[in-house]
Structures are given as C-alpha cells and as structure tokens.
C-alpha cells in the first residue's frame, strides 16, 4: 500500500502564489506515474500533469504555463506551482501514483482562491 500525503494550500488572495507537495511512502523514482488533478466545485476532476519515470513533466494543454509541477527523488515529493492566483484556481488539488496499474490517491489539498 503506498500512501501519498499532500500539504500546502489555503485560503488565498489574488496574486498570491500557491506551492503544495505530495509526498510518498515509497520511493517516488520508482513509481510508474505521478501527477496532479484539480477538482473545482461542482465540476470533473481535470488533469493538471503528469510524471512519468524517466521522463519529463507532460503537461495537459490546457493547463501548460499556468502550472509548475516538479518531483524530487531524494525527498520522495512532487510539488505543484502557481502564481498569479485567479479565483478559478479555487478547488481541491489531489496528487496520484500509479504502480503496476494500481492507483494511489492523496486526501487532497483545499485551495481557496478570494479576497
């Protein structure tokens, strides 16, 4: 069983930046696919990026130069990027691990995005 642990997040003004970290209980560099999604109220979990082992971050279009994900391999963490907050960025963010085609979820990190 892999545990994966999200911090980071909040309530947040406009402008501001948000970093969150996923840490896993495995070793990160060894896992099949990690990545993120973001969950906006009362709408489908969207896909932010993903890592795949050995490879670069693969970004969905939609959310490329909005978003910075990166991993370390030594801290066993992925992190997620964003500055320039918007009120659209409100949602809940959820980091993922596949292993052997089984996935792994984070409980999910809060991001509230409002004046």
């Known amino acids: 069983q892999v545990q994966l642990v999200e911090s980071g997040g909040g309530v947040l003004q406009p402008g501001e930046s948000l970093t969150a970290s996923c840490s896993t209980s495995?070793?990160?560099?060894?896992?099949?696919?990690v990545g993120w999604y973001l969950q906006r109220p009362g709408a489908q979990r969207e896909l932010i990026a993903t890592?795949?082992?050995?490879?670069?971050?693969n970004y969905v279009p939609s959310m490329e130069g909005r978003f910075t994900v990166s991993k370390d391999d030594d801290k066993n963490t992925m992190y997620l990027r964003r500055s320039g907050l918007k009120p659209e960025d409100t949602g809940a963010y959820l980091c993922?691990?596949?292993?052997?085609?089984?996935?792994?979820w984070g409980r999910g990190i809060q991001v509230t995005v409002s004046t």
């Open positions: 993922f691990a596949i292993i052997n085609g089984a996935y792994f």
């Open positions: 495995t070793a990160i560099s060894a896992v099949d696919v």
């Open positions: 890592i795949a082992r050995g490879e670069e971050v």
